[in-house]
């Protein structure tokens, strides 16, 4: 049973470009939350997501969007990057109406931007 | 004012030490507390959960007082496998999780 694969590994963009990041949810669970990890900090909340829709929303610039898929996958979308934007972006899967223990995160995709 | 103070050490302690990590929270209407070990470049795990009385498992006891807004961590006869950056989690109602800063542990043989 795979668990939170996430797409692509590494990125290097440049300012002013625009971004597309995937997630894959562990077999079975139905929601997944995004989370930026600058270096040096913890992981702060970007959104999440279920049944195709934004639940809840961190604090968070409109520069950053999603999308869920019906098989519950999930894309974060970056617009006009900024250097500050350079971090490892995790995806979280879980279970809507579980327990929050019960989340799994992906290994991530590490963002550099020039 | 963050929602999760943590003390980002570095701590370095010898193999076989007690080393112990505090966390504290604003906001006293968060649900539910752990304490995440992430290993360098990779993605947070959880370690264990954390109750107002108290949980062990193993060489690691966590504890939580919501009057002070407050969780421990505690590793007993530390390993060097222990080094690790330990983060400390709460959630609100919506299972939203608010990260610390996370606390760098090194533990030197």
């Known amino acids: 049973d795979a668990g939170v694969t996430q797409s692509p590994t590494h990125l290097i963009k440049t300012r002013g470009q625009q971004v597309t990041l995937r997630c894959s949810p562990k077999?079975?669970?139905?929601?997944v939350s995004w989370y930026q990890q600058a270096l040096g900090q913890g992981p702060q909340f970007i959104f999440q997501y279920y049944e195709e829709e934004e639940r809840q929303r961190g604090n968070f610039p409109d520069r950053f969007s999603g999308h869920q898929f019906p098989n519950y996958s999930s894309e974060l979308n970056v617009n006009a990057l900024l250097l500050g934007d350079s971090a490892l972006y995790l995806c979280a899967s879980g279970l809507a109406g579980a327990p929050p223990d019960t989340q799994y995160f992906g290994p991530g995709t590490r963002l550099t931007v020039l | 004012r963050k929602e999760v103070e943590q003390d980002p050490g570095p701590f370095n302690v010898p193999e076989g030490a007690t080393v112990a990590f505090n966390c504290t929270y604003s906001?006293?209407?968060?649900?539910?507390f752990f304490w995440y070990r992430q290993d360098c470049r990779k993605e947070p795990k959880l370690l264990m959960s954390v109750y107002s009385s108290g949980n062990e498992d193993g060489r690691f006891t966590a504890q939580l007082n919501r009057a002070s807004q407050y969780i421990s961590l505690l590793i007993r006869d530390s390993k060097l496998s222990d080094s690790a950056t330990y983060l400390c989690?709460?959630?609100?109602?919506?299972?939203?999780?608010?990260f610390g800063t996370g606390t760098s542990l090194t533990v030197i043989p």
């Open positions: 077999s079975g669970h139905d929601t």
């Open positions: 989690v709460v959630t609100n109602t919506g299972n939203q999780f608010y």
């Open positions: 906001n006293s209407a968060s649900q539910s």
